[in-house]
């Protein structure tokens, strides 16, 4: 379903620069960080990615990071198998499989430990 109610306001040249930079971006397949502070809409930038690239018909999934206790992030990221600790009664594809040919929006990624960044940076470079 697309979100016909994301949109960009503004015609100053930063909002212009912005969309043509969001354009750019959405037309490659390369990962992409959104940096800024909080509430300046690092999550509209990315819903505009993903509705402008080719991955658009694919699943948007996203993550808060600092909402998730690192005991439970790998396994909301990466999935896991039934049995690989108290309480995997069953199998669960993990958020990265289940957005395979859309768009992953992982917010708040400073909030997750330095062991987390590790195994997602080793995920993004490997695939």
Known sequence: MTDLSVVLVGTSEAMLALDQEISLAARSDAKV???GESGVGKDLVARL????SRRA??????LNCAGVPDSLLESELFGHVRGSFTGAYRD???LLSA???GTVF???IGEMTLRM???LLRFLETG
């Open 117 to 119: 960044q590790a195994l």
């Open 92 to 94: 669960k594809p993990g």
């Open 33 to 35: 960080l959104v940096t």
């Open 57 to 62: 018909a694919g699943p948007m999934v996203t």
């Open 106 to 108: 992982l917010d708040e």
């Open 49 to 52: 990615l993903h509705r402008r």
């Open 99 to 101: 957005a395979h040919g």
